[in-house]
Nanobody, 125 residues
Framework: QVQLVESGGGSVQSGGSLRLSCAVS????????LAWFRQAPGKEREGVAA??????HTDYADSVKGRFTISQARRTVYLQMNSLKPDDTAMYFC????????????????????WGQGTQVTVSS
């Protein structure tokens, strides 16, 4: 069993930065593949960034490339968000899929087995 707990959301002005954290806990030594998603009101959940199990490969949605950075350290995965825009306003979720993945590729939401509760990010203009 894998549990994910996000933190770090908040309200910032356009151009500001936030760093989201996702604490990952596992009942066994299960390998996981982690990603960040977001969902704005009235919109579908979309993938933002993914990181390989070893942490050496990443994948980003085109809308955040060059502004967001996903990383992981021990049992936490981070999402550094810079140059934030009002369009980045959404609930951000951490997601995990069991297994060891050598590369990073954002998958559809239904491909992830575990989800956190989400943390709200609001960017004002």
């Amino acid at each position: 069993q894998v549990q994910l707990v996000e933190s770090g959301g908040g309200s910032v002005q356009s151009g500001g930065s936030l760093r989201l954290s996702c604490a990952v806990s596992r009942s066994t030594n299960t390998n996981v593949y982690l990603a960040w998603f977001r969902q704005a009101p009235g919109k579908e959940r979309e993938g933002v960034a993914a990181i390989s199990t070893g942490g050496d490969h990443t994948d980003y949605a085109d809308s955040v490339k060059g502004r967001f950075t996903i990383s992981q350290a021990r049992r936490t995965v981070y999402l550094q968000m810079n140059s934030l825009k009002p369009d980045d306003t959404a609930m951000y979720f951490c997601a995990a899929r069991g297994g060891y993945y050598y590369t990073a590729l954002l998958r559809a939401p239904e491909d992830y087995e575990y989800w956190g509760q989400g943390t709200q990010v609001t960017v004002s203009s």
